[in-house]
């Protein structure tokens, strides 16, 4: 399907606590307009309509998706539902935006992105910490330290999930933390080196509770080919539950960079002595979606579908580290789900 008015029309499919965020960037966006909602369950369908506006809104996406309204999705639902709307949302000839990780497994996330790559159409996986202030402040600041040998990366905080029938704490469903939000860190990393990472090795602890079925805390490193090293430090488990705290220290042939938590500005030091990095304060949503429309327009997306596939790997690979407790290899993940 063509677009041919000013304004996209964006079909959300999904309406749990983080498609609020998408729906907010829609709004905010003047070449974007909600055009529906779909979610499986019609009470909270109906009430995302409501407090949109009264837009249309359905429980059935092939239905939706037969709208001539409809240019283009953003999916909000659960990981492993990912693929099958996936393919059918390419098969129609939109457009999408879709929650990380691309897919539960590497084979998954290669069906979604074949499927969009046959019917010519914009696939992003969305990555929103890469249209953060402090993660974009770290990629424009790492080519002025030489090429990186060392990178950390810790986001901490506490508890998020409503009670323990939530999807995310079940693995079938979410695909394990590591793959859920530690995804997050381990395409940063990975994006910020600009290398390719070889091996992952993963430890997960259940910090609030033994019976946990996922590890609330991750400390996941990872070897890129360039001989870079990343630590990445994730935790939803941490007390008060309204914790939060990053820390950014990247380590470059040239200089040294650091962003201290909760600091949207940081620190270069190298030979000239040292400099600081200003604080800014742009909403990541509204970036991410702004480069979905521009990347419907024909620029350069701002994740590609193989870097979501690679992220995808990364997940999959810790969580296999932490259940055997050595290195993964990255290649042995993609391999295993066909070249």
Same mark, same amino acid.
């Given at each position: 399907m063509e677009h041919h /008015?000013?304004?996209?029309?964006?079909? !959300?499919?999904? !309406?749990?606590?983080?498609?609020?965020?998408?729906?907010?960037?829609?709004?905010?966006?003047?070449?974007? +307009?909600?055009a529906g909602i779909v979610d499986v369950d019609a009470a909270r369908a109906a009430g995302a309509a409501r407090a949109n506006g009264g837009v249309p809104w359905w429980t059935d996406l092939a239905e939706a998706l037969a709208r001539p309204e409809i240019d283009a999705c953003v999916v909000c639902t659960p990981n492993f539902t990912h693929t099958p709307i996936a393919v059918a949302v390419a098969e129609s000839g939109r +457009?999408?935006?879709?929650?990380? %990780?691309?897919?539960?497994?590497?084979?998954?996330?290669?069906?979604?992105?074949?499927?969009?790559?046959?019917?010519?159409?914009?696939?992003?996986?969305?990555?929103?910490?890469?249209?953060?202030?402090?993660?974009?402040?770290?990629?424009?600041?790492?080519?002025?330290?030489?090429?990186?040998?060392?990178?950390?990366?810790?986001?901490?905080?506490?508890?998020?999930?409503?009670?323990?029938?939530?999807?995310?704490?079940?693995?079938?469903? /979410?695909?394990?933390?590591?793959?859920?939000?530690?995804?997050?860190l381990l395409d940063l990393v990975t994006w910020w080196t600009g290398d390719r990472p070889e091996t992952v090795y993963a430890r997960g602890r259940k910090q609030t509770a033994a019976e946990l079925g996922i590890h609330d805390y991750l400390e996941m490193t990872v070897g890129f080919a360039g001989g870079a090293t990343a630590v990445c430090e994730m935790s939803r488990g941490h007390r008060p539950s309204s914790f939060a705290a990053r820390d950014v220290l990247v380590v470059g042939e040239e200089g040294i960079l650091t962003l201290p938590a909760d600091a949207e500005g940081g620190t270069i030091v190298d030979e000239s002595g040292t400099g600081t990095l200003a604080p800014a304060g742009t909403?990541?949503?509204?970036?991410?979606?702004?480069?979905?429309?521009?990347?419907?327009?024909?620029?350069? %997306?701002?994740?590609?579908?193989?870097?979501?596939?690679?992220?995808?790997?990364?997940? !999959?690979?810790?969580?296999?580290?932490?259940?055997?407790? !050595? %290195?993964v290899r990255i290649?042995?993940?993609?391999?295993e789900a066909g070249a």
């Open positions: /008015s000013a304004s996209i029309g964006v079909l !959300v499919v999904g !309406v749990g606590f983080i498609a609020e965020q998408h729906i907010a960037a829609i709004h905010a966006d003047p070449r974007s +307009h909600l +457009h999408l935006l879709i929650e990380k %990780p691309l897919a539960t497994d590497v084979a998954g996330a290669r069906r979604s992105a074949a499927a969009f790559a046959a019917a010519n159409r914009v696939l992003m996986p969305a990555h929103t910490h890469r249209c953060y202030d402090y993660a974009r402040t770290v990629k424009e600041a790492v080519g002025e330290l030489g090429r990186p040998e060392f990178v950390r990366l810790a986001i901490l905080g506490g508890w998020i999930w409503p009670d323990w029938r939530a999807w995310v704490l079940d693995p079938a469903r /979410s695909g394990g933390h590591a793959l859920h939000n530690g995804v997050h909403n990541g949503f509204a970036v991410q979606l702004g480069a979905w429309i521009e990347a419907i327009g024909g620029a350069e %997306p701002l994740m590609t579908p193989d870097d979501g596939v690679l992220a995808v790997a990364m997940g !999959v690979a810790a969580e296999r580290s932490i259940a055997t407790g !050595v %290195p290649d042995d993940v993609l391999t």
